[in-house]
Every structure is written in structure tokens, then in C-alpha cells.
């Protein structure tokens, strides 16, 4: 299990201040509001840093953080990935996961054929779609509905689905 949790992605600056404009990964932006301190990864390094101030455009989240006062400083952190510690992260409810959790899990029938590990999840409207891809490669793309997800076992790295028709 990941020590941290990837919460967005900086894009961009935002004025002259030092604010970063940023691709939240959480299902609910409004979440930035509690947060305290994040750590700012790039290819180089991870360095904490204290927030100073959240402000919302739309969908993105704009962050003021402590020691970024001008758009050359926040330029250098263009690209880099926002994390949170484990301890920190949001409550989820049951039935709930990380996608951090997930990704690489075995996706198995419930007839016990193995169909892959799991490589990415991504959303499309009403649910997630589980992306699946095989030994060689190959992707499957399945609903993470009820009908299909069986079961998911965090301790035992499986994901048990049911086919069914149409599906594959």
C-alpha cells in the first residue's frame, strides 16, 4: 500500500503571486478546503509545503503555498504531482477505494478464469470503467457496476467479477 495518496496534478500558474492552478484527482474539490499542507512531487524530488490559501475556477483548485510568492517560483512546480499522506486522506465509506489501492490488482471471474491485473480506472458519466489488460497486453474495459464487481479484496489483491453477456 502507497505510504501517500495523489490528490491532482499542478498545470499551470496563476498570476502573479505564486498561486498553481491544479487537476484535482478527488471526487469532490471542496475536499482542498481541509487540507493543511501537501507535498509538491516532481521527476527530482518531493518537498512538503504548507497551504496558505485554496480559491476554485470551475473545475480546477488554485493554491497559494507557503515560500511560492511569485510565478517564476510557481512556474518550477508546472507538471509536478500533489500528495497527501495516508493518515490524512479522506474517510471513505464502505465500498469505497483508492484508486492507488487498486491499480495492479488480479481481476479474476467468478468462474476463476484469470482475466489480468488491473491498469487503470477512469470515469465516464455514471460509473468507473476498470481497465484490464492481460499478459499480452490486451485491454478489457469493464463497467464497475454492481452486475459486474463481485467482490474486491484489498488484503488478497483480487478483484472477483461476473461476465456478463455482451461484456467481452
Known sequence: MQKNLEIGQIV?????????????????????????????????????????????????????????????????LRNSFLEVDRENAIKLEEGEYFIADLIGMSVITDEGKVLGKLDDIYNRGSSDIYVVKDELGKQ?????????????????????????????
Not at 474495459?141 to 467481452?168: Q, R, T
Open 12 to 76: 499551470n500558474t496563476f498570476g502573479i503571486k505564486g498561486y498553481v492552478k491544479v487537476v484535482p484527482y478527488v471526487d469532490n474539490i471542496e475536499r482542498y478546503n481541509e487540507l493543511k499542507k501537501v507535498y509538491v512531487k516532481s521527476k527530482k524530488e518531493t518537498k512538503e509545503y504548507e497551504i496558505e490559501e485554496v480559491k476554485y475556477q470551475k473545475n480546477m483548485v488554485l493554491l497559494k503555498l507557503k515560500g511560492i510568492d511569485k510565478v517564476e517560483e510557481a512556474e518550477k
Open 140 to 168: 478489457i474495459l469493464l463497467p464497475a457496476i454492481e452486475e459486474v464487481i463481485n467482490e474486491i479484496n484489498i488484503e488478497d489483491g483480487k478483484i472477483i467479477i461476473h461476465i456478463i453477456e455482451g461484456l467481452i
